[in-house]
């Protein structure tokens, strides 16, 4: 199994651009969710999502879209980046979103909004 | 989910024990205390987790409570690798769609 993949590793925006962090697990988890971590700070859920077609927001959602069209992937997508966008994003997986589990974290994406 | 309580940094000489404790005094019934941590900007990796009895796996050993309003998390042996930063989450069994939220954490410097 690769685990949690994510795409791509270092990406540089101009204010106002928009682009798609990519996230994917091959292990089949129910649970996927998406954190950012600005420096020096502890990490921050965005969104969330239980399950195919199903999202839900975290701490931090403005200025974030999510989908979940498969088991598989959950892109996030930044409609319009601000430099306050500036941070490491990770994705994580787990195999329910009840019971005892543990959460599998991608590399992270680091993002430079100009 | 019970919020939790970390000191933001600990020394701890390589090759000695390393405690690093948890405070989580508004722990519910059904929430299990949780250990990450995160070594250098890699993200976060699952260490040990436990309900209300001691738990030991090939990493760490977990010392909750009687009344499980406080944690410590133990490296037998830290090496220099075990630098990192240790997050505790607290976390419902039951949630449907939980979601987890990590603190600040505690950052270790294991020192040679």
């Known amino acids: 199994n690769a685990g949690v993949t994510q795409t791509p590793k270092f990406q540089v925006l101009k204010t106002g651009q928009s682009m798609t962090l990519q996230c994917a697990q091959d292990m089949n988890h129910e649970y996927m969710s998406w954190y950012r971590q600005d420096p020096g700070m502890g990490l921050r859920l965005i969104h969330y999502?239980?399950?195919?077609?199903?999202?839900d927001q975290g701490e931090v959602p403005n200025g974030y879209n999510v989908s979940r069209s498969t088991t598989e992937d959950f892109p996030l997508r930044l409609l319009s980046a601000a430099p306050s966008q500036t941070s490491v994003y990770f994705c994580?997986?787990?195999?329910?979103?009840?019971?005892?589990?543990?959460?599998?974290f991608g590399p992270g994406t680091r993002l430079t909004v100009l | 989910d019970a919020k939790t309580t970390q000191p933001p940094s600990m020394d701890c000489a390589e090759g000695r024990a390393a405690n690093l404790p948890c405070n989580h005094s508004t722990i519910s019934g059904n929430e299990y205390v949780y250990w990450y941590r995160q070594i250098h900007s890699q993200g976060p990796q699952y260490i040990i987790h436990?309900?209300?009895n001691n738990e030991t796996n090939e990493m760490a050993s977990l010392i909750i409570t009687e009344d499980r309003k406080s944690s410590t998390l133990i490296l037998p042996h830290a090496t220099l690798r075990d630098t990192a930063v240790y997050y505790c989450?607290?976390?419902?069994?039951?949630?449907?769609?939980?979601?987890?939220?990590f603190g600040a954490g505690t950052r270790l410097f294991v020192k040679a």
């Open positions: 999502s239980v399950g195919a077609g199903i999202t």
């Open positions: 436990g309900l209300k």
């Open positions: 994580a997986s787990s195999y329910t979103t009840s019971g005892v589990n543990e959460q599998f």
């Open positions: 989450i607290v976390r419902s069994l039951y949630t449907g769609g939980f979601k987890t939220i």
